[in-house]
């Protein structure tokens, strides 16, 4: 498949590798041009190009910016062909996107997007963490594989993020339409906490509207807290688990 990403940050570069190395046809931009995108990124397949190239004769783009840049992107989108899937993988954190006045608290993240950028989108890859990503993918099948919700409108664009979600050594998890998606935002119990497919469906149910956002904000100030002296090492699981405590 022709795939557009726009975004090589933490979750851009490793969606970059796994859905080159599944066999996709992956091209790839950020903000500041093809020559400022790491060779790395690119090694295991996918061609870096100019933000205008990657909107152009793709079957699907995955954006992956903070939420905050996203109507900045809109003229790309628009030039987006009609029946390609527009994927977003953004999450909302007041503390640092404070200035966006424009989505209030309460307001599910994905329609906002989907507003934003006029047309539906699939959201995807929100939920879990830049180092679980990068580090534990896994083959179809593997016991314990993580999985993570994908919510969308039309069941065609879930099915397709749900697709490519399993190419990128993740098990999906259909988490229905965009106005359900406020299951899987920061704060909520399937939000970065490496669950499994039988797990998911579970954490899902469990989410609580009012509780995500504060639970969201108790975390931001936890980890200012504990991560707060660089000499201690906290491990690579840490954020994971101080997020199964404060989400569960
Ligand atoms: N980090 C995580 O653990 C994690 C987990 C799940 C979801 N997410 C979400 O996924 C998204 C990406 O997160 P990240 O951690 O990968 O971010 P990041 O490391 O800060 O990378 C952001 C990328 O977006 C690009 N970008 C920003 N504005 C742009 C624009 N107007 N046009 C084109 N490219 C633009 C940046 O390129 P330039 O530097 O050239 O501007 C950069 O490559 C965010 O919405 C985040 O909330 C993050």
Redesign the pocket.
Known sequence: MQIGI???????ATLTQRLSTAGHEVKV????GPE?IPAEVTASGGRAVH?HDVVTDVEALVV????V?VP??RPLVDRLPAGAVLLD???Y?PFRDGHITALDEGQVESLWVAEQLGRPVVKA???????S?ATKHAAAGTPGRIAIPVAADAEADRALGMALVEDTGLDAVDAGPLADSWRQQPGAPVY?TDLTREEVPGALAAAVATRSPRRRDLAMTVLAELLGDPTVDRGPDFLVQVNRLLYS
Do not use: K, Q
């Not at 931009?29 to 500041?32: F, I, L, P």
């Not at 890859?125 to 180092?131: E, H, M, Q, T």
């Open positions: 726009l975004g090589v940050g933490n979750i851009g931009a950020n903000s500041r400022t933000a992956s910016i903070p939420l840049r900045d992107i993988t953004s999450n954190y890859w929100n939920a879990i963490l830049s180092g990503f970065c």
